[in-house]
């Protein structure tokens, strides 16, 4: 099964291979301006993803659905990344995608490491290490750090609510470099737990 899932996701991105370092020489933080994976074929990659949109069809009782945007694991430690877009300064998370990460965020932190963090952007240029995006991490989000409004605080009340409203001004400003050594970060303290 997990070759089968390899071979998968091989056919998605192109992988450039790296070449082995010991693990115990000092890592270099990457100033690489290509990516580290790229689609190799989008025509399959969204063809991939609109075959899933015809899963929950009119007539079901089951409707919605969400994705995880990008699920990073290492030796059994876990970084999950949620991307949302801006808009009049806010994102907004469906209560169920919420829920449903507070719950994953909680079990792997029981049997392992889990970090788990929303990321708030506007047009972004991910290869330019200097654009910015915001950020909260799910700890922030459970202690309370993050209020959790489903009315627009501003008035922008558009009805039923089933959406949590998160604002800039409660996520943290940090640059792509940045959120790139806090991933790496963690890599390297998920490597600790195996030692």
Known sequence: ???KTADL??????KEKVDS????AQQII???????Y?????????????????LIVHGMIASGGTDIDWLIEHNGGFIILEFKGFHNDKINIAKGQMIAYEKLHEKLNQATKCHLYIIGCDEIDFSNPDSTVWIFEMKQWKMGAIPKNTNDIYGDDSGKQNKFIVYREYMEEITIEKLREIIDSHWKGFEKIMS
């Open 1 to 3: 099964m997990t070759d």
């Open 9 to 14: 996701i091989d056919t998605f991105y192109d």
């Open 21 to 24: 370092v010991n693990s115990n």
């Open 30 to 36: 990457r100033k690489s301006p290509k990516a580290k």
């Open 38 to 54: 790229q689609i190799f074929d989008e025509i399959e990659f969204t063809r991939g993803r609109e075959i899933l949109g015809d």
